[in-house]
């Protein structure tokens, strides 16, 4: 229990509460490697929801880094682009290959 701005005790989930700055960074750099991800394969946000079976609109979600999702949701994304969990969470790896295709083309 919290004690609310009236002095009475307040169960948490009633506070309101606002994401930390690195939880909302790290939801967005994953939200933007799923969108990567999704588009160098060529899928649309429908066809990715059903091959992993979630809904259009909560792809979107956590594309645009509004959603914090499970564990077991990013064991989802990580079979059906044939990843492990730490390649998808790999953020970097996304500029490695984007440096590689840049310097193929430079060349």
Known sequence: MRIAFDGKPTPRSALPTMPHPVNKKLLKQFGDRIRSLRTARGLTQEKLAELTGFHRTY?????????????????????????????????????QFQERSDSKKAT
């Open 59 to 95: 792809i979107g979600m956590i594309e645009r880094g509004e959603r914090n999702i499970s564990l077991a949701n990013i064991g989802v994304f990580a079979t059906t682009f044939e990843l492990s969990v730490s390649e998808l969470l790999n953020f970097d790896e996304e500029f």
